[in-house]
């Protein structure tokens, strides 16, 4: 029942989510990434409701709506991709 919610203001923050969600259900857990060097919210977040139903109809709800004049794209979070371990080799001597 996790949901993505992107195109945030940079303004927005985790109780302005709790409280716009919460209009259409029981929130469970909001989570605002940040950028690991400025500690900046990065535009998105994800928000958990407790049923499907309810998920159903906050992204009805709030799917392109305006918040903070940023329209809202909000969907389905899909699962994280696998990621590569580490960098790539360099290669050897070339002689």
Known sequence: MKMYV???S???TKQDLET????????TDVHM??????GQP???AFVTMSSKGEM???MEALNGKDVGGRTLKVNEAQA???RGGGGGGGGGRRY
């Open 80 to 82: 994280r991709e696998e």
């Open 56 to 58: 159903n109809t906050a």
């Open 42 to 44: 990065r535009g998105f």
């Open 6 to 8: 992107g195109n945030l």
């Open 20 to 27: 716009l969600f919460t209009e259409h259900g029981s929130v």
């Open 10 to 12: 940079f303004d927005t």
């Open 33 to 38: 990434p940040v950028d690991r060097e400025s």
